[in-house]
């Protein structure tokens, strides 16, 4: 037993409890939950905010400076400072507020992991213009990291030590998250939502479905997950529900590119309709993560797609299981 438990024990469970809720059980303190801010529907997306020893730690900018002057006003209200402001991909949701709290809080360093701030300027998929028409609020010039870390390395922001680890080609092309040991908080950007249709455009359900294995291998002590879209919970239960519905999703998809299924590798609008009623059956009114109506027939293009690109003989474990 380690000596928290131990402490824990001695002081009693009631009068533990009591404490921890004010102050912490015995000296420690206990450390504030990480404020949020979920911009609305449809396409809601979180900040959040750390609070270290220096001041705050921002995670993730929102997807419009919009959005993110609406977070700025519940963060002023702490009335500390922000000292830094950390990226965790390049997705346009998560950093095109990132210039109105650059401005905010011009004090505040911006970082991003190598692969995000390449990402970033590369915009290989073209998701920057693909957002200014989609939104008009989008911002016409991006703000690009202050600083720029190696991916896999800790940073080292406010006081606070965040390990960091990168995942790449899964929902989005590289993707960083971060861990504090202290609290055990994971802020996991896209990497797992909670109760929301998810973005499977990129068509990389599979290396999705690696990456959250690799996810639970590097942080096994992670306590409360705080994803990019929905609200924060359990690390094993948010990560365990995303793998279900991309397994789910998959496993809805793959009669429909059979060869002997109606006109082979093609999806008929029937097939798409009967793998959208039953994702909506088994995942009811979960709002989507991005404000695009078609979001879902996008995914079932885009599963298609990487279903009949993938080798059946040379699938992964964690890709070929089906839906539970
Ligand atoms: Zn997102």
Redesign the pocket.
């Known amino acids: 037993m380690n000596r928290r438990p131990r402490r824990l024990l001695a002081l009693g469970a009631v009068g533990c409890a009591l404490a921890t809720a004010v102050v912490g059980c015995g000296d420690e303190p206990a450390a504030p939950r990480p404020g949020r801010y979920a911009s609305p529907d449809p396409g809601s997306?979180n900040t959040y905010w750390i609070e270290a020893p220096d001041g705050l730690v921002v995670v993730?900018t929102l997807?419009t400076p919009a959005d993110a002057r609406r977070a700025i006003v519940r963060i002023r209200k702490t009335g500390k400072p922000v000292v830094a402001l950390l990226l965790t991909?390049s997705?346009?949701?998560?950093v095109g507020g990132a210039g109105a709290f650059h401005r905010a809080f011009p004090q505040a360093v911006l970082y991003a992991s190598r692969g995000t701030d390449k990402a970033m300027r590369e915009d290989r998929r073209g998701f920057y213009p693909l957002a200014r028409s989609a939104n008009p609020r989008f911002p016409t010039e991006l703000t690009y990291a202050d600083r720029v870390f190696e991916d896999g390395t800790p940073v080292r922001v406010g006081g606070l030590r965040l390990e960091t680890a990168r995942f790449t080609d899964g929902?989005?092309d590289t993707a960083t998250v971060y861990y504090r040991p202290d609290t055990a908080d994971l802020f996991s950007?896209?990497l797992a939502?909670s109760g929301v249709t998810?973005?499977l455009i990129e068509g990389n359900t599979c290396g999705w479905l690696r990456n959250l294995t690799r996810l639970s291998a590097r942080f096994p002590d992670a306590g409360t997950m705080y994803p990019?879209?929905g609200a924060p919970g359990p690390a094993r239960t948010l990560i365990d529900e995303q793998r279900r519905y991309l397994r789910r999703f998959r496993a809805l998809v793959r009669p429909a590119v059979a060869p002997d299924s109606p006109q082979g590798a093609t999806v008929t609008p029937g097939e798409q309709r009967s793998v959208i009623a039953a994702m909506e059956r088994a995942y009811p009114h979960q709002p989507p993560?991005?404000d695009l109506p078609t979001l879902v027939q996008e995914n079932v293009k885009a599963v298609a797609r990487e279903l009949t690109e993938e080798d059946p003989t040379r699938v992964p474990a964690a890709c070929a299981a089906p839906a539970p």
């Open positions: 997306v993730d997807r991909h997705h346009p949701d998560h929902e989005s950007g896209d939502g998810p973005a990019g879209h993560v991005a």
